[in-house]
């Protein structure tokens, strides 16, 4: 008995290093693959963006590359969480393989130059909870596809969302009925940009909603009815 006991004893040590191995693995595979999604959006950026020079890989470091690069903060498993880049003079467009960073949960890129589209790649950043994209000269569509399907099953889609701000941009279109199933907005700011048509009646169902910026804007007809049940501080 006590032999089978130390034997187990072994087979569960011997699990747990075999299982840390795996984890550190998958955890360095995860950071590499981040680490090259951002070196390869720097590239794709039009050159001279001296806020980026901390982004280079760095081969004699044990120090893990992005998470002590400006404006990248790691969570304790050393993946990327944050990204600020607020108010940096950047250039450019977000990048189609921001899906890659999978785990991150705070995206400031606002008050910068960025244009083009988002991307639907940011459907896959299923944790993240703050997104501002505020003041920059982004264009095209609220995609629908950016929000989770409504069943409550979707594994894609903004499931986390808690702020996100579109405002002075240049989007156009309808707001998506959509919007409404990503159920934590607390703070939805899409004012000072070109969107037409009615506002989402989705809106009204989300029970943490408190702040709703659609001034300048070309939407019309009336605030959905429900919404008047939220308690919202303030609708501009
Ligand atoms: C890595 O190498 C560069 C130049 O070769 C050096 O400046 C830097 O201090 C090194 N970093 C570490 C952590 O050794
Ligand atoms: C947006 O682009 C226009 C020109 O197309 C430019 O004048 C303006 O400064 C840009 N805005 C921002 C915030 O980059
Ligand atoms: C973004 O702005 C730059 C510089 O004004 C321009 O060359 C580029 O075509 C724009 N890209 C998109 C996707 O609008
Ligand atoms: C992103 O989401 C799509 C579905 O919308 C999925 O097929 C794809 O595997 C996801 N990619 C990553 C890198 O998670
Ligand atoms: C609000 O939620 C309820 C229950 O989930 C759903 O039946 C209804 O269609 C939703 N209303 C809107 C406008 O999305």
């Not at 004893?9 to 191995?21: D, E, N």
């Not at 969480?81 to 393989?97: R, V, W």
């Not at 808690?162 to 939805?188: A, H, M, Y």
Request: proline fraction near 4%; charged fraction near 15%.
């Amino acid at each position: 008995m006590a032999c089978q006991g130390k034997q187990s004893k072994h087979v569960t040590l011997a699990l747990l290093v075999a299982c840390w191995f795996v984890l550190l693995s998958s955890c360095k595979a995860n950071l590499k693959a981040e680490t090259e999604a951002l070196l390869k959006w720097k590239k794709s950026l039009p050159a001279g963006q001296p806020i980026l020079n901390s982004w280079v890989e760095q081969i004699n470091s044990t120090a893990s590359s992005p998470c002590i690069w400006h404006g990248i903060a790691c969570n304790d498993e050393g993946s990327v969480a944050e990204i600020n880049l607020a108010y940096s003079g950047l250039k450019g467009t977000i990048p189609m393989n921001i899906r890659m960073i999978s785990k991150v949960q705070y995206l400031d890129l606002s008050i910068n130059s960025f244009n083009g589209s988002l991307p639907l790649s940011l459907a896959n950043l299923t944790q993240v909870y703050e997104l501002d994209v505020s003041q920059n000269n982004i264009t095209g569509k609220l995609d629908s596809r950016l929000f989770p399907d409504g069943t409550g099953k979707s594994k894609t889609g903004l499931l986390s969302l808690k702020n996100f701000l579109l405002q002075t941009n240049e989007l156009v279109g309808r707001i998506p009925e959509e919007i409404g199933n990503s159920k934590l907005l607390v703070l939805l700011a899409l004012d000072g940009n070109y969107f037409f048509g009615p506002i989402p009646s989705s809106l009204g169902n989300l029970s943490d909603l408190t702040i709703i910026r659609l001034a300048d804007n070309q939407l019309s007809g009336q605030i959905p009815g429900n919404i008047g049940t939220l308690k919202l501080t303030e609708v501009i």
